[in-house]
């Protein structure tokens, strides 16, 4: 159980294209989802968290304009990274929890390369 | 500001051999502490979690020690197999967010 799947799983694309990556949670309601960046041999760095239903939360430094969150519903939420240039190339991750107090599951990443 | 230290960086083991991967913390308001195992090209996956009211859990070859007092845990593998290698990376969380360690590279020669 506690499966999480995220698509695409590799984009490539061109300089200036918008990209919609989708993150599922396939047997549970997550009420919550998170979205992570991880660069090559680095730890993940955490986006923003988004709650079904609302506004999603940004960290410190990461622009919102330039990454789109929405959570429409208990199990899908999307990210689209918008007018994506080559410094956004990295590895994107998604998680899903089902409440407080329940761990993070992580979905297989979406490789993300912008030429 | 790295919320979690983790160390090392990398570690070799011979297989049947023990690996131990450390993580320290300073926020006490930290009360959940799981470890990630995570392939090449995928994301992590959830291999086992401990809460501070315990100071060891036990999973299979796979057990996690946690000091409150020294505000540290860690993750040893026994009977490292070949299937083991893998980047493993420590958290901790107030039930909102986890805060990743740098990661552990642990690579198990037959």
């Known amino acids: 159980g506690a499966v999480v799947s995220q698509h695409p799983s590799r984009v490539i694309c061109k300089s200036g294209t918008s990209v919609k990556i989708e993150c599922r949670s396939l047997d549970f309601q997550a009420t919550t989802m998170f979205w992570y960046r991880q660069f090559p041999k680095q730890s993940l760095m955490l986006m923003a968290t988004s709650n079904e239903g609302s506004k999603a939360t940004y960290e410190q430094g990461v622009e919102k304009d330039k990454f789109l969150i929405n959570h429409a519903s208990l199990t899908l939420s999307t990210l689209t990274v918008t007018s994506a240039h080559p410094e956004d190339s990295s590895f994107y991750i998604c998680?899903?929890?089902?409440?407080?107090?329940?761990?993070?599951?992580f979905g297989d990443g979406t490789r993300l390369s912008i030429l | 500001q790295q919320q979690v230290k983790q160390s090392p960086q990398s570690l070799i083991v011979q297989k049947g051999g023990i690996s131990i991967i450390n993580c320290a913390y300073e926020?006490?308001?930290?009360?959940?502490f799981p470890w990630y195992q995570q392939f090449p090209g995928k994301g992590p996956a959830l291999l086992i979690a401990i809460r501070p009211d315990v100071s060891e859990k036990k999973e299979g070859r796979f057990t996690i020690s946690f000091n409150k007092s020294a505000k540290q845990f860690s993750l040893h593998i026994m009977d490292s197999q070949p299937g083991d290698s893998a980047t493993y990376f420590c958290?901790?969380?107030?039930?909102?967010?986890?805060?990743f360690g740098a990661g552990t590279t642990v690579t198990v020669r037959a």
């Open positions: 958290a901790a969380s107030n039930d909102y967010k986890l805060s």
């Open positions: 926020n006490t308001a930290f009360d959940y």
């Open positions: 998680s899903a929890r089902m409440g407080s107090n329940q761990p993070q599951h």
